[in-house]
């Protein structure tokens, strides 16, 4: 039995870990087949979520939060998802939680945060951050959607791509370029939201896997923002993203390691039912070997991904750390289940086996939230100080 001593969480975490459980096997887990035909989660399962207070814990009581301050509950939610082996979930409602409320928590105005937070815990509004464009990927400086000063309002144009939960979003933070002539310092961050004039959106991509993820392009013509949806000041967008991107880089970390173990622990039950010449594949030596080395490194991160759950819920996870996980764990995972696929033999390639589709969801996993080249140059950096 595959199993790591943990000690970063307490008697109250496990106990909402079961709630988080009983949440997925009922209302994730029996509609995930139905989410991937159809591009994306529903709707319903988002209000699910907030019903249950699993949005956006750490939102203030004023606006309707439970205010748990605690990252290691964020997390369980994050390993949960992971461990159902529900890769499009597992990405999407984590974004919302960690990576799009604290813009908002942040930096946003009180009209913003007024006006958006409490539907956001309730689900009613769902969250999509969008960085990348068509010409723009890891290198944020490059992005030319530009946002004009018009004096009471800003005027919005360009567009993104690979947006995830671009599709069904309502609220989306947007980086725009507020004055291209200074490069990074003319970056600045906007909420907008999906009823203002002029913002619209492509269908969802086809995608090689997390098909039930609805990831799309977004554009912006002409679209007026309001003064007070600016997130924090004019020209500080691009310091805003470099401080939040490091709990965005956990976050993808710690949903790798739960994904590669929910890929393991499926060829774990496979390998003792599958027979080959008379006797279990699990009897055969390859087979035991490879187990033993995919669960060891297992172990190995399970563990130190526990250790910077613990540290950044002290604060003390700086860039350098969140990229060093989001580089080594999504590395993890697409070789774990990359094996997982070889020792299913020719049902590992078939979309029906659990193990097909942790292999397809996993590769993006180096590329997004900036590839994993440029999580090496940003940990190569401190290492060179």
Request: glycine share 8%; net charge negative; aromatic share 10%.
């Amino acid at each position: 039995m595959y199993s790591v001593i943990r000690t970063v969480f307490k008697e109250e975490h496990e106990m909402f870990r079961q709630s988080i459980k009983d949440f997925i096997a009922r209302e994730i887990s029996p509609y995930n087949a139905e989410w991937e035909k159809n591009k994306m989660v529903s709707r319903e399962s988002w209000k699910k979520l907030g019903d249950n207070g699993f949005l956006c814990i750490q939102a203030p009581e004023e606006y309707g939060g439970l205010n748990i301050q605690d990252f290691r509950y964020n997390a369980i939610l994050v390993e949960e998802l992971g461990l159902s082996g529900c890769s499009g979930p597992a990405i999407g409602y984590p974004l919302h939680n960690d990576i799009v409320f604290p813009y908002i928590m942040h930096y946003g105005t009180k009209e913003a945060k007024a006006k958006y937070i409490p539907g956001m815990i309730s689900g009613d509004l769902i969250s999509a951050v969008a960085m990348t464009e068509p010409g723009a990927g890891s290198d944020l400086q490059a992005i030319r959607s530009t946002a004009v000063d018009k004096g009471d309002h800003y005027l919005i144009n360009g567009s993104k791509t690979f947006i995830t939960n671009g599709y069904l979003a309502d609220v989306v933070v947007v980086a725009a370029k507020t004055d291209p002539k200074l490069g990074a310092k003319g970056i600045s961050l906007f909420v907008l939201d999906k009823n203002m004039e002029g913002f619209s959106k492509g269908v969802p991509f086809e995608k090689v896997g997390l098909h039930a993820q609805d990831t799309c392009e977004l554009f912006f013509e002409d679209v007026k923002v309001p003064k007070e949806n600016l997130l924090g000041k004019l020209g500080e967008g691009f310091k805003y993203l470099m401080t939040e991107l490091a709990q965005e880089r956990l976050i993808v970390g710690l949903a790798a390691i739960a994904l590669a173990e929910s890929a393991f622990l499926s060829t774990l039950a496979y390998v003792q039912e599958r027979k080959a010449f008379g006797k279990s594949i699990s009897d055969f030596q390859n087979t035991r070997f490879k187990l033993a080395e995919m669960g060891a490194k297992l172990e190995q991160g399970r563990m130190y991904a526990d250790q910077l759950v613990a540290l950044h819920n002290d604060k003390k996870v700086d860039s350098a750390m969140a990229s060093s996980a989001k580089y080594l764990l999504t590395e993890l995972q697409c070789w774990v289940s990359d094996e997982c696929v070889q020792l299913h033999g020719g049902y590992g390639y078939m979309w029906e086996y659990p193990v097909a589709r942790a292999f397809a969801d996993a590769r993006v996993q180096r590329i997004y939230a900036g590839t994993n080249e440029i999580m090496k140059e940003l940990i190569v950096r401190k290492l060179l100080k």
